[in-house]
Nanobody
């Protein structure tokens, strides 16, 4: 049974930083690209970032480029999302996902999802 568990969310002031983590089990972790999505209340789920199986190729949404860095540690079955210069519009539930999507930001292409971790950016 595949499980993805996110952690690291919280309340942070605008301009602050957070580091999210997602640990996977029940899968051959280095056989999958891994992604982060987010969903704010009343909005559709959107792709934030994705990283290739080996960790050599990252993908980012235009809205977060330059502020967010994705990475992975396959030895620990974990991916990370370092978020800097956070803005109120980054407030959302952040989800970790994996599967075999045709396009990295196409949520329907992901088979496995975590329960999410809440990020709130507010003063």
């Amino acid at each position: 049974q595949v499980q993805l568990v996110e952690s690291g969310g919280g309340l942070v002031q605008p301009g602050g930083s957070l580091r999210l983590s997602c640990t996977g089990s029940g899968l051959t972790f280095d056989g999958y690209a891994m992604a982060w999505f987010r969903q704010a209340p009343g909005k559709e789920r959107e792709g934030v970032s994705c990283i290739s199986k080996s960790g050599t190729t990252p993908y980012y949404a235009n809205s977060v480029k330059g502020r967010i860095t994705i990475s992975r540690d396959n030895a620990k079955n974990t991916i990370f999302l370092q978020m800097n210069s956070l803005k109120p519009e980054d407030t959302a539930m952040y989800y970790c996902a994996t599967g075999y999507p045709r396009y990295w930001d196409f949520s329907q292409g992901y088979s496995y999802w975590g329960q999410g971790t809440q990020v709130t950016v507010s003063s």
